[in-house]
């Protein structure tokens, strides 16, 4: 039997590839669903996509933060949304530069940016507790409402959607695809905090640095697999409104979940550190969106350089 290190190696990369295969299973299934119902394809980047995406780091951050430590909670969610913003639309961008959605920005960065700075200002006396937590989910609450209603209130043309031909009407494989999508990401995120706490634990790594590193890049796969996908066959809509969605429903969706179920403590070193980090790559991508439109590959370069200076900065 295995033990030690080649454990948790074997663990660390069974749920990284649990959690990239129960995300595309519910990536595939939820995205059907949407658009068989009507949604735009931008919405459904934005939402249901995103929200699919999201769903590896929810079920890392609460069993972490159940198992482990709050610390890996927090950490996941700071370092994923930072590797969604500098990783992952990086990358997207340098495979092919991305039109930027008028909707996008100005229906949902706001609230993206509305999320970043709740965090940051709620978190400021060292702990999200379930106060905290409860406002963040009421946030999404809205955030949501506003979405389906303008979902409701306008057309849903077909034409922009990547696979439109497979839109029509909700089937029974597509409950099965989400259904097994699920059920991946409960045991490859069991197996990622088990086998990344493990590795590093032993080599004194902190909580918040494990979560920040080896766990949200390894929950942040689905965002790239689902960007990178949408870059390739020219749907920026996907590519950018899934970042974006992503990190809205990381803050508001899983730390207010988490906050719910134990408080999250914020070290001081987290508010001097990382999340000025998280606000900065925010800002960027804000700066990028609002006076660009369409990223270019040096924004690429510029992203991802930035996202390789944070890690590099991490390092002990």
Do not use: C
């Amino acid at each position: 039997m295995l033990s030690g290190t080649p454990l948790d190696l074997l663990l660390l990369a069974g749920g990284i590839v649990a959690l990239y295969g129960g995300a595309e299973l519910l990536v595939a299934g939820a995205g059907r669903l949407a658009l068989g119902i009507g949604l735009r394809a931008a919405t459904v980047g934005v939402t249901v996509i995103a929200f699919a995406t999201t769903a590896p780091e929810l079920f890392v951050s609460a069993i972490g933060a159940l198992r482990v430590s709050s610390d890996i909670g927090l950490g996941t969610i700071v370092g994923s949304n930072i590797a969604n913003i500098g990783l992952v639309l990086g990358v997207a961008t340098l495979i092919k530069p991305l039109q930027i959605s008028d909707r996008v920005v100005r229906r949902h960065v706001p609230v993206m940016v509305l999320a970043t700075v709740l965090l940051v200002a709620l978190g400021a006396n060292g702990q999200l507790g379930r106060l905290e937590g409860a406002l963040l989910l009421l946030v999404l609450a809205g955030f949501t409402a506003g979405i389906l209603h303008y979902a409701n209130a306008e057309s849903a043309p077909m034409v922009d959607e990547p696979d439109a031909d497979a839109a029509s009407g909700v089937s029974e494989r597509d409950v099965a695809l989400v259904v097994g999508g699920l059920v991946a990401l409960v045991i490859g995120s069991r197996w990622l905090v088990a086998g990344g706490t493990g590795l590093l634990s032993t080599l004194g790594v902190s909580d918040l640095v494990i979560g920040l590193t080896v766990l949200a890049l390894g929950t942040s796969l689905p965002e790239l697999a689902a960007s990178v996908v949408g870059a390739i066959r020219g749907h920026a809509s996907f590519a950018v409104g899934n970042v974006v969605g992503s990190n809205i429903y990381n803050i508001l969706a899983v730390l207010g979940v988490v906050a719910l179920i134990t408080p999250i403590e914020v070290a001081p070193t987290t508010l001097r550190f990382e999340l000025p980090f998280l606000v900065a790559f925010t800002l960027l991508l804000v700066g990028l969106l609002i006076y660009r439109q369409q990223f270019t590959r040096i924004d690429g370069v510029i992203l991802v350089g930035g996202y390789v200076g944070f890690i590099a900065l991490l390092a002990p």
